[in-house]
């Protein structure tokens, strides 16, 4: 969807900082109702600032280039946050490939920490009070970065709506391609077409707290016709047939977290938030921050092909 480039913001006195800049394609840029949509739902990140989310700073313009022959249109792009870390799917890659598994205490700190970043979104509401109805529509490993420091962000609130207004018609193209890598993560209300809501992101963020557990994703399949079927019956494994000492309460959660009615689901991102950290502490286990960095930093020293940039492609 987009070229994505480390960039430098330059101020007074040597000032300097790093940052992210997510420019639209030039041919998705010709694509109005994708454009408006685009910067609709920028406008709307902007306005996020919670220390689980990857803040947006700036919504441009650049202008277009005349070429022999071509004529390119102007070109959107976002400024924003820098992680300096890796995204969760990587994370679960090389899990898979050396057959280990996260530790369950990791998993459900990096799901509560997520639905404090939902919660704030999904509670925003504009200067007469009146509620946004901010959904993030691509809650999945992609999309959760993990930084040095410890830190669970979320990235890309409102890009799945955006991309939602493109054609994706044509069977080879490399855009449908990529949605069809995200319908694991969506809701069964989101792949049928119908409204969505905050829960909708509760689901989606069940089926990564499952795939966190397992290192399966719950409603994967060979193809996209069999995945949409099996997110729709909302048919997945057990997660105890997959990680047989998952704890029970740790199970309940997850069922409703995956409850195919939106109904059945938490009411809200709190309400999980909170029913996530009373697990913890059931448990008599804390973990924190500081954990998840030296988890990293342990993650690191065993890859070599480290990318931080690569993280929020």
């Not at 739902?41 to 919504?59: C, M, P, Y």
């Not at 919660?119 to 109805?133: T, Y």
């Not at 449908?176 to 963020?205: C, H, I, N, W």
């Amino acid at each position: 969807m987009a070229e994505v480039f480390k960039a430098k913001s330059f101020g007074v006195e040597g000032f300097e900082k790093i940052l992210v800049v997510k420019r639209i394609l030039p041919e998705l840029a010709r694509n109005q109702d994708f454009v408006d949509l685009f910067v609709h739902e920028a406008k709307l990140a902007i306005g996020l600032s919670h220390a689980n989310i990857v803040q947006v700073f700036d919504l441009g313009v650049a202008p277009g280039a005349d070429s022999p022959g071509c004529t390119l249109p102007n070109t959107y792009f976002t400024a924003m946050e820098f992680v300096d870390g890796l995204d969760l799917a990587t994370v679960l890659a090389h899990c898979r490939a050396r057959r280990a598994a996260l530790p369950i205490e990791m998993c459900v700190y990096l799901a509560a920490e997520v639905a404090k970043a939902l919660d704030h979104a999904h509670r925003r509401r504009d200067d007469r009070m009146r509620p946004l109805g901010i959904v993030h529509r691509d809650v999945s490993p992609q999309n959760i970065l993990l930084s040095l420091e410890g830190e669970v962000k979320v990235a890309d609130f409102g890009i799945a709506k955006a991309f939602g207004a493109l054609d994706l018609h044509e069977g080879n193209d490399p855009r449908t391609r990529r949605l069809e890598g995200k319908f694991a993560y969506m809701s069964p209300e989101q792949v049928s077409g119908e409204p969505v809501d905050g829960r909708s992101d509760l689901f989606s963020l069940g089926a990564v707290l499952y795939e966190s557990l397992t290192g399966v994703s719950p409603f994967g399949a060979p193809t996209a016709k069999a995945t949409l079927r099996r997110v729709q019956e909302g048919h997945c494994p057990p997660v105890r047939l997959l990680r047989s000492e998952t704890p029970s309460e740790l199970v309940g959660i997850l069922g409703q977290m995956l409850a195919k009615d939106p109904a059945a689901r938490f009411f809200d991102a709190a309400r999980l938030h909170e029913a996530l950290l009373a697990f913890l502490c059931a448990r008599g286990r804390r973990y924190s921050a500081n954990d998840l960095a030296e988890y990293l930093l342990g993650f690191r020293a065993q890859n070599t092909d480290w990318s931080p940039i690569a993280s929020q492609l």
